[in-house]
């Protein structure tokens, strides 16, 4: 069973662009989440795709959105990009039920702001 | 407001001996404790969970310990290896099934 896949795995961008992470969810995995990974603040909720419908959301400004697809992959999206926006992005699928709420976890990509 | 406080941030153990890491939580909807073992260049991964109506849940050498109300729980990593120095992130789930995670602990464990 293939992992959860994120594209691409490092990001050098600039200042006030824009940039759009991918992320393909394990076989049958409708939740997508995604989260902000820096030294300092360690991991932050972004937000979660349910059925291509944004369920969560986290405490992020609206540079930061998101969509998932019919086939559950989803994409990020961070406009207008800021110094502070380098960090680790982690996508996380998952089959949440009551019994089960494990999150797996993708490799990440790196994204520096220069 | 951060939900689930972590500690120490960073711990140094010597190869066999014990390494103990603290999680304090806020919220008491949380009905799920996991906790996720992060190596270099990798995504989180779980490593052991508990619920709250047990009060310890041991694996291997990983133990957690769960005390519901001092809303306190812990991880052990018994005779602690270096194939164990990582980071170690705690969190709370309840029922929007979003993980809500402690800021992380570096473990390393020297030979």
């Known amino acids: 069973k293939a992992g959860v896949t994120q594209t691409p795995r490092y990001l050098i961008k600039t200042r006030g662009q824009q940039v759009t992470l991918s992320c393909s969810p394990i076989s049958g995995h409708r939740s997508v989440s995604w989260y902000q990974q820096t030294p300092g603040q360690g991991l932050q909720f972004l937000f979660e795709y349910f059925s291509e419908t944004q369920r969560n959301k986290g405490n992020f400004p609206g540079r930061f959105s998101g969509r998932q697809f019919s086939n559950s992959r989803s994409e990020m999206n961070v406009s207008t990009l800021e110094l502070g926006d380098s960090a680790l992005y982690l996508c996380?699928?998952?089959?949440?039920?009551?019994?089960?709420?494990?999150?797996?976890f993708g490799q990440g990509t790196r994204l520096t702001v220069v | 407001q951060q939900q689930v406080k972590q500690s120490p941030q960073s711990l140094i153990v010597q190869k066999g001996g014990i390494s103990i890491i603290n999680c304090a939580y806020e919220n008491t909807a949380f009905d799920y404790f996991p906790w996720y073992q992060q190596f270099p260049g990798k995504g989180p991964a779980l490593l052991i969970a508990i619920r709250p109506d047990v009060s310890e849940k041991k694996e291997g050498r990983f133990t957690i310990s769960f005390n519901k109300s001092a809303k306190q729980f812990s991880l052990h990593i018994m005779d602690s290896q270096p194939g164990d120095s990582a980071t170690y992130f705690c969190a709370g789930v309840g029922g929007s099934y979003i993980p809500t995670f402690g800021r992380g602990t570096s473990l390393i464990v020297h030979p």
């Open positions: 996380a699928s998952s089959s949440p039920t009551a019994l089960n709420t494990e999150a797996f």
